[in-house]
């Protein structure tokens, strides 16, 4: 498969995108039309904010899959690095955990690319978890100074799940690209428009349709999500999962199986996201994009799911 034939298949997605951010536009255009102007409107209204906000989302990772490896992994890279900081602006730190951040920010996230940009799976998936996870205590303990033991474990827990979020699990994403699969190609960069557009598709159904029909809360205390909206959202992503199949090296009905895990695990993380959230008295984690909140807001779902997909895609397709 050549590279030509490839970026037209991301082209193809693009259109078929834009079709469908069309007809989600039109739906919630005649909605609102069509609705009094009362609170009751407000969960169409956020709905087409959130539609809005993918417009661009949509231009701005069609572009980075356009321009192959390096536009991916330089998109992640940057979105890693605006969720790292959102997610740990809110956590608690003292004078002690600033070799730890400048260790994170500095060393840490871009060495996890560059490793990935090298195709270093066993390194990359081991700098966070095993390498990072034993420095940073370290560094906040020869940092020092008064106070340094002051909720010391809850400062380096928060560090360590701020890196395993925003840096190790979103990683996953561009490390699709560097998987070998026989007979695929160079088709890599259309597995990850798959995991994105079936999760974040999924998502986008399952808030308009929890909050029109969805009675029973899965989890009440931090997350308005329903049971019936999960489900509409799970039957979304299986059906898409079927329509694309021609972008995966999955059998029809693989490609239906990983597209509900992966959703089903987004579903998870998004759950998790929201407890942190609920803990810290927040309701978003930034403000950067319009009706979606901060890079984590949005992150949520898929890179809870990123390193599931890939490893299952590597153990079940890889060479």
Not at 20 to 45: C, D, F, M, S, Y
Not at 278 to 294: A, E, M, T, V
Not at 313 to 318: A, K, L, P
Request: include cysteine; charge should be positive.
């Amino acid at each position: 498969m050549t590279m030509t034939q490839t970026s037209s298949d991301l082209l193809f997605l693009f259109a078929a995108c834009c079709g469908l951010l069309v007809i989600a536009t039109l739906i919630g255009e005649v909605l609102r039309a069509r609705l009094p102007k009362t609170h009751a409107n407000l969960t169409v209204e956020t709905y087409l904010t959130r539609v809005h906000s993918w417009w661009g989302m949509v231009f701005l990772f069609s572009i980075a899959l356009l321009l192959g490896s390096i536009g991916i992994i330089m998109l992640f890279a940057f979105c890693s690095l605006a969720a790292l900081r959102e997610f740990l602006t809110l956590t608690t730190k003292t004078n002690a955990d600033h070799w730890s951040l400048i260790a994170s920010f500095y060393v840490i996230l871009p060495l996890q690319y560059v490793l990935i940009w090298w195709g270093e799976v066993g390194l990359f998936s081991t700098l966070i978890p095993v390498y990072a996870f034993l420095l940073l205590p370290i560094l906040s303990v020869l940092r020092g100074g008064k106070g340094a033991d002051k909720n010391f474990l809850a400062r380096i827990s928060e560090t360590q799940w701020g890196l395993m979020i925003c840096v190790f699990c979103a990683s996953y994403i561009p490390a699709l690209v560097t998987l070998d699969i026989p007979d695929y190609g160079d088709r890599a960069p259309l597995l990850i428009a798959y995991l994105v557009f079936v999760i974040q598709m999924g998502d986008l159904m399952e808030y308009f349709a929890g909050r029109r029909i969805g009675k029973r809360k899965i989890a009440p205390a931090v997350s308005p999500k329903t049971r019936e909206g999960i489900a509409c959202g799970a039957a979304l992503a299986a059906g898409l999962g079927l329509l694309l199949t021609w972008m995966t090296p999955f059998s029809p009905l693989a490609s239906i199986a990983m597209a509900v895990v992966a959703y089903m695990v987004g579903v998870g993380g998004s759950l998790v996201l929201a407890a942190i959230k609920s803990d810290r008295g927040i309701k978003n984690w930034g403000h950067l994009i319009p009706g979606q909140g901060g890079f984590v807001d949005q992150l949520d779902s898929v890179v809870f799911a990123a390193p599931v997909f890939f490893h299952v895609t590597r153990y079940y397709y890889g060479g």
